[in-house]
């Protein structure tokens, strides 16, 4: 099945041997090594599979598991949708969207001058506007952005603002997004 594997030819095996017995390291650094120094391209999948014939190199059962894999989407449109901002900075541009989690459409889009809640809620109403009448949103997943309000949560993780008051007036349920190491520092 698949591509039949390419064989390392003694050529790739010298150099290879001697990037290891100079550098000890393992395929990707030698990937770039052997690129860099001996001029020669050889993936970093084919060195690991000779180095692991050779012994100088074994396989992880960490790194040859399934990964876990969720699929976040909704399976139906306007079940769920996500909001965010963007600031480009070169030209210091602030656009904020929301899009539908199943199909991915952008439901409302706007540029704004400044990031805060009165332009996030702008957006918001837009959408609402727009596709309301068709199938009202129900949910809104967010980052912990301060113009969301989000970033200020109790030991219990409840948290209040004028954005999650304007969600729940308009009968749509605020879902925080699961923080990441970057957003906790």
């Given at each position: 099945m698949g591509r039949p594997k390419k064989l390392i030819s003694v050529e790739e095996?010298?150099?290879?041997?001697?990037?290891?017995?100079?550098?000890q390291y393992g395929a990707r650094m030698l990937e770039k090594i052997i690129r860099k120094v001996y001029?020669?391209?050889i993936s970093h999948n084919r060195i690991h599979r000779?180095?692991?014939?050779?012994?100088?190199?074994?396989?992880?059962?960490?790194?040859?598991?399934q990964r876990k894999w969720v699929r976040y989407e909704r399976a139906h449109?306007?079940?769920?949708?996500?909001?965010?901002?963007?600031?480009?900075?070169?030209?210091?541009?602030?656009?904020c969207a929301v899009l539908d989690d199943s199909s991915r459409k952008i439901?409302?889009?706007d540029e704004f001058?400044?990031?805060?809640?009165?332009?996030?809620i702008t957006v918001v109403e837009r959408a609402i506007q727009e596709y309301g009448p068709i199938c009202p949103l129900r949910e809104l997943i967010m980052d912990h952005g301060s113009e969301l309000?989000?970033?200020?949560?109790d030991e219990?993780?409840?948290?209040?603002?004028?954005?999650k008051q304007y969600l729940e007036t308009k009968g749509i349920r605020p879902i925080l997004a699961r923080e990441t190491s970057a957003d906790q520092r």
């Open positions: 095996s010298a150099v290879i041997d001697d990037a290891y017995r100079q550098f001029a020669l391209i000779y180095l692991m014939d050779r012994g100088l190199a074994r396989a992880e059962s960490s790194k040859r598991k449109s306007m079940s769920a949708g996500h909001i965010d901002w963007y600031e480009d900075a070169t030209s210091n541009l602030k656009i439901l409302a889009i001058a400044t990031i805060n809640t009165e332009n996030t309000g989000a970033h200020r949560r219990n993780g409840y948290w209040d603002s004028k954005f």
